[in-house]
C-alpha cells in the first residue's frame, strides 16, 4: 500500500476555478502536484506533451495486430 504526506493543499475557489494538492510518496520521497480544474482554465496553463509509448512485449504484439 502506497502512503502519501500531504505538503499543500490549494483549494477551489470560484477565482481560479481549480484545486491542487502537492504530496509525497514516503516510500520514495517523490514529489507530486496534482491539480484539476475547469477545461478553459486548465488549457490555459497546461502544454500538450507528447508522451512516448511504452514498448510492446513480443508476445502481446501479435495479438494486438490481430485486434
Known amino acids: 500500500m502506497q502512503e ?3 505538503l499543500d493543499i ?3 475557489t470560484s477565482e481560479t476555478k481549480r484545486m491542487g494538492i502537492i504530496v509525497r ?3 520514495t520521497d517523490v514529489i507530486t502536484f496534482y491539480v484539476k ?3 478553459a482554465v ?3 496553463i497546461v502544454q500538450y506533451r507528447c508522451v512516448p ?3 510492446r ?3 502481446t504484439e501479435p ?3 490481430i485486434g
Open 53 to 55: 509509448k511504452p514498448p
Open 25 to 27: 510518496e514516503k516510500a
Open 10 to 12: 490549494f483549494p477551489f
Open 37 to 39: 480544474g475547469a477545461d
Open 57 to 59: 512485449s513480443n508476445r
Open 42 to 44: 486548465m488549457s490555459r
Open 63 to 65: 495479438m494486438t495486430a
Open 4 to 6: 502519501f504526506e500531504v
